[in-house]
């Protein structure tokens, strides 16, 4: 891959092990000449393997729970410290749901769950665009990134309430990336990704039936984690910088098709 990040700082987060979408963007981000802290909850830290991630990007791993906003002005000044200078881009890759996980029917939620959705998969999104930008700790053309999912526009049932929480992230990216462009052409984006067999992506009941669905369905086949972590880090670079406010589909081309024989002929 050619240095589109050379020079460039920033913070990825989300890489829990070498299935996230969050490690394969990490590595092509230093493939891309970037350098960059990782970060995620404490909690994903003792399970984990991001440690290797770390060592193999030649980083430190700073632990923040995204719900606190606390630990992620923590972060942001330790971030900032280490890579010597301030932050040219931000990958928010983090989604979880109690309800999706404890497999609670949407027309049974549990709303302290529910709560817990739209706080760790959308409210978090704010709090990092919201410390990022009252420490000022984004140089100007930065790009600030979350992962997002074509049920925040259209229903797939089984979803549950990350559809609400993914609805709600988009339009942060949007809302959010008004001001930040306003005070520091800093651009706000999500990429709408296909299904991905994942820790976070296999734990929707029916995964896999879902993921050859979408794999038919769409003409170019279903978005790897790689491509995903490609086009990521197309982005991150200074030939984006005019794409702001926008929800982007990484999809195949699954979002724009009404039907496809394929499906019909089994
Ligand atoms: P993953 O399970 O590897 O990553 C999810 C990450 O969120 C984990 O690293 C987890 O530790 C982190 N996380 C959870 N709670 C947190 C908290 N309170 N603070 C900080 N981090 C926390 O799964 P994947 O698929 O790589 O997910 C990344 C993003 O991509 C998520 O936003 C997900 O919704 C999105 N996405 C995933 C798709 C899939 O099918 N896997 C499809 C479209 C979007």
Not at 106 to 112: A, G, I, R, V
Request: proline fraction near 2%; hydrophobic fraction near 40%.
């Amino acid at each position: 891959m050619h240095k589109l990040l050379d020079g460039k700082k920033g913070i990825i987060f989300g890489a829990l092990d070498d299935k996230s979408i969050a490690w394969k963007i990490a590595e092509k981000a230093r493939e891309a000449g970037a350098t960059f802290t990782l970060s995620n909850a404490p909690v994903a830290l003792r399970m984990g393997k991001i440690n290797e991630l770390a060592e193999q990007c030649n980083t430190k791993v700073i632990a923040a729970d995204a719900t606190k906003v606390d630990e992620l002005e923590a972060l942001v000044d330790q971030s900032v410290e280490l890579l010597g200078g301030k932050l040219d881009f931000i990958v928010h890759s983090i989604g979880m749901s109690p309800n999706v996980r404890k497999k609670r029917h949407y027309t049974d939620l549990n709303y302290d769950y529910y709560l817990k959705t739209l706080d760790v998969s959308a409210a978090s999104f704010h709090k990092v665009l919201q410390t990022a930008y009252k420490k000022e700790a984004m140089n100007d053309w930065g790009s600030i990134l979350a992962l997002s999912y074509i049920a925040a526009q259209k229903v797939f049932p089984d979803y549950g309430d990350m559809a609400d929480a993914k609805a709600a992230l988009e339009s942060i990216a949007r809302s959010f990336g008004y001001h930040f462009g306003v005070r520091n052409k800093v651009r706000v984006n999500t990429v709408s990704q296909s299904p991905t067999a994942t820790t976070a992506g296999s734990g929707v009941t029916g995964f896999d039936r879902f993921f050859d669905y979408a794999d038919k369905m769409s003409p170019l086949g279903n978005a790897s984690a790689e491509s995903c972590a490609e086009f990521c880090i197309s982005l991150l670079a200074d030939h984006s910088k005019m794409i702001t406010m926008q929800n982007l589909f990484h999809d195949g081309g699954f979002s724009n098709m009404g039907m496809n024989p394929a499906l019909l002929d089994g």
